[in-house]
Nanobody, 122 residues
């Protein structure tokens, strides 16, 4: 059974860093993406990585401060966030796409984790 479990969120001061993890099980050859969501807003694409890990994609706002990666065993996908800003406060979710063709649209993703809360204080 496919499962994604996020961890690593928390409360940090502006300027700090966090590394979020998305533990994968029951998934093979799926692209994995990170989205974020705040109350009353649609899920916002952050970054994605293909199954091999060779190709990565970022939203414009994420370039330079966010880094997506995966471990060699392909069991965990990470999202490193540096120089955190209060506007990065959100629930961060990972999602899996069976076509292995990452998209910024949340509608194409087949499985979702439950999310991890990131709160950045000013």
């Amino acid at each position: 059974q496919a499962q994604l479990v996020e961890s690593g969120g928390g409360l940090v001061q502006a300027g700090g860093s966090l590394r979020l993890s998305c533990a994968l099980s029951g998934l093979s050859r799926y692209a994995i993406a990170w989205f974020r969501q705040t109350p009353g807003k649609e899920r916002e694409f952050v970054a994605a990585i293909t199954w091999s890990g060779r190709d990565t994609y970022y939203a414009n706002f994420a370039k330079g401060r966010f880094t997506i990666s995966k471990n060699s065993a392909k069991t965990t996908v990470y999202l490193q966030i540096d120089n955190l800003r209060p506007e990065d406060t959100a629930v961060y979710l990972c999602a899996a796409d069976r076509t292995n063709l990452p998209s910024s649209s949340p509608r194409i993703y087949d499985y979702w984790g439950q999310g991890t809360q990131v709160t950045v204080s000013s």
